[in-house]
């Protein structure tokens, strides 16, 4: 029985070494394959090759808020409730021109009882510089006492100082009254009103909005190196690729304050002028980072104070330089590029880029002319896949 029992376990761990063994030997077969297939796998794909092009670069800015550096608040300066409003959005205004009239019933009968309080002090008046006057002709013959006179003397003053009281009350409530008309203060156009007919404001209220928005004005961060390029007042183009969408939920290029388009306006095609106005610090100090200031011409009138996404500024000449396809990226911040390698394999490389065009980007080191890029998707594929290439036309 010993003999079988031994039998039995020699058989099984016979079985397991050779399972084993097997599992083994599939194993180092399975990778081989697999190698072999990854060393004979060929992918179609397509390229371009780096050489010199011609390309207008521009700079897109995320994020920019235009603003106006001649926009005021119209103020109401009296109490009142708006009796008429006597203008309307977008309206040209110039300064002193009437926005709003305002009326405060107590005004007028102020007016009135000033007026009762004048004659009663005129009367006075006439009352206490006759008694004046012939004390003073008493106290020359010494017929009454000084004492008397000078309580005469004193009522007269006090009666032409009531009557000058009650005539500076009158010109003030007349001066209210002239207030309860709200003028523009600057020349421009009405760009919003906050206050409408039957709304009563207190003094110091704004009730409109008036800007000279012909010119606008943004300013941006830039470094050294691009700072350098720009001219001072030199007009280039520039257009809103993304409007207000993202930020206002409206279309490209919405009014800020809800007012209809301008005639002709092409949306994120409409061409706008800019140019720079200031570099801060100046190019002549030393600096990594420069705040730049741009002048906006917005005589079309589309653009208004407010936030704007993806604006464009473009160079006014092209530039002729070693660039590729902005397909060729492998990355959104356009640092790594997909070659084809001298032995037909495909590699990866790490680049350094300047300006673009939209289609084209400056490529200032990592590739030479003649190098041969992929413009195709690479998502997954590996380093050293051997690939058919086919060039685009340039």
């Not at 050489?51 to 700079?59: D, G, K, L, N, S």
């Not at 301008?262 to 095609?269: A, M, Q, R």
């Not at 106005?277 to 030393?286: A, C, H, N």
């Amino acid at each position: 029985m010993k003999i079988y029992f031994y039998l039995g376990v020699g058989i099984i761990i016979t079985l397991i070494v050779g399972l084993l063994g097997y599992g083994v030997y599939l194993n180092q077969r399975g990778e081989s394959e697999i190698e072999q297939r990854m060393e004979s796998l060929r992918l179609p794909l397509n390229g371009a090759v780096v050489t010199e092009r011609e390309i207008q670069p521009y700079v897109e800015l995320e994020l920019v808020n235009l603003y106006c550096d001649d926009m005021t608040d119209v103020i109401a300066r009296e109490n009142g409730r708006v009796n008429q409003v006597l203008v309307e959005k977008h309206d040209m205004v110039t300064a002193g021109k009437p926005i709003m009239q305002l009326v405060d019933e107590d005004i007028p009968l102020k007016i009135k009882q000033a007026d009762s309080d004048i004659l009663e002090a005129e009367a006075q008046l006439v009352k206490t510089r006759n008694s004046y006057n012939r004390y003073s002709q008493l106290v020359e013959s010494n017929a009454i006492s000084l004492e008397k006179f000078d309580e005469a003397a004193a009522a007269y003053k006090a009666a032409q100082a009531r009557l000058a009281n009650n005539e500076a009350k009158r010109e003030q409530l007349l001066m209210r009254q002239s207030r309860q008309m709200v003028l523009s203060s600057i020349d421009g156009e009405v760009l919003r009103l906050y206050q409408s007919e039957g709304a009563y404001v207190t003094a110091g209220t704004p009730v409109a909005l008036v800007g000279d928005f012909s010119k606008l004005y943004f300013s941006a961060p830039v470094v050294d190196e691009e700072a350098r390029r720009m001219e001072l007042g030199k007009t280039i183009n520039m257009t809103i690729a993304g409007g207000a969408t993202a930020v206002l939920g409206g279309e490209a290029l919405p009014k800020s304050y809800g007012a209809n388009y301008s005639t002709g306006n092409l949306g994120e095609d409409q061409v706008f002028s800019a140019m720079v106005t200031r570099i801060t610090p100046g190019l002549g100090e030393p600096a990594t980072v420069r705040q730049v200031i741009w002048k906006v011409d917005n005589r079309v009138g589309l653009l208004e104070p407010g936030a704007y996404r993806k604006l464009r500024l473009y160079a006014g000449t092209t530039r002729k330089c070693l660039a590729v396809p902005v397909a060729a990226f492998t990355d959104e911040s356009h640092d790594r590029v997909a070659v084809m390698e001298a032995d037909g394999r495909l590699g990866f490389r790490d680049v350094k880029t300047g300006v673009t065009d939209g289609h084209y980007i400056e490529i200032i080191s990592g590739l030479q002319a003649g190098d041969i890029v992929i413009t195709s998707d690479t998502a997954g594929v590996t380093t050293g896949t051997e690939i058919e290439l086919t060039l685009e036309e340039n």
